[in-house]
């Protein structure tokens, strides 16, 4: 049974710092997806990670997978205010592929 | 375009009530999702539609009934419901269901709430 581990669950930004939310999977899979979700909203896709190695930046967000290590990255650079939200990172199930296992996800509070 | 929209956005009702949410998608997408979001924690999935047929039924009580209509239109018929399955609701789409590429893309939800 896939089982997505995030961490840390809850992080307090100081503004201009850098930070990185960390995500654990336990079976193999090359697919993984980051999310973002305001209080009261729905969830917002940022990242579609699908292969050893793959790289993507946004902004002030990056994110990273690494197969082999079953770990993606969500690296924030230089926080600021309107990055404040819960972010989750979702791993495909090879075992039954299109059935998204969300890690627990990450509340991000960024303040002055 | 990249919408997927959802009525109600809010839903009130009591436990002998019948009621439906509705999903819809133009985007060409061929999968449709339903997924459970308690507050502070991770949407659970709980039925996946592929071309119009169910594909993936998570152990959801009876009480929850989806329907595919046609292939832009997901419904939700709600029955008998238990103050437990106060949520949101979250429906998503995607192009294919298992294809390589496939990222889901959400819409705002309903938020349920059982009296």
């Known amino acids: 049974e896939l089982k997505v581990e995030q961490n840390p669950l809850f992080l307090s930004m100081q503004e201009e710092k850098n930070y990185t939310i960390y995500c654990n999977y336990s079976?193999?899979?090359?697919?993984l997806y980051w999310y973002r979700q305001d209080p009261g909203k729905s969830l917002e896709s940022l990242f579609v990670?699908?292969?050893?190695?793959a790289v993507k930046q946004e902004g002030r967000l990056m994110a990273s997978l690494d197969t082999k290590a079953r770990l993606s990255t969500l690296h924030i650079t230089a926080a600021v205010h309107d990055l404040s939200a819960t972010y989750f990172c979702?791993?495909?199930?090879?075992?039954?592929?299109?059935?998204?296992?969300f890690g627990a996800g990450t509340q991000v509070v960024v303040t002055p | 375009d990249t919408e997927v929209t959802q009525t109600p956005k809010h839903l009130v009702m009591g436990m002998t009530n019948k009621k439906s949410l509705k999903c819809e998608q133009h985007?060409?997408?061929?999968?449709m999702y339903w997924y459970k979001q308690k507050a502070k924690k991770p949407p659970e999935l709980m039925f996946v539609?592929?071309?119009?047929?169910?594909?993936i039924n998570e152990s959801v009580p009876s009480r929850f009934s989806p329907e595919c209509p046609n292939s832009s239109l997901l419904n939700l018929h709600l029955h008998a419901l238990q103050p437990e399955d106060s949520a949101l609701y979250l429906c998503?789409?995607?192009?294919?269901?298992?294809?390589?590429?496939?990222?889901?893309?959400f819409g705002p939800g309903t938020r349920l709430t059982v009296l």
């Open positions: 998503a789409s995607s192009q294919d269901w298992g294809g390589v590429t496939d990222t889901q893309y």
């Open positions: 985007m060409g997408h061929r999968a």
């Open positions: 990670l699908l292969s050893n190695g």
């Open positions: 979702a791993v495909d199930d090879a075992d039954s592929w299109g059935k998204l296992q």
């Open positions: 079976t193999t899979s090359d697919r």
């Open positions: 539609y592929s071309y119009e047929k169910l594909s």
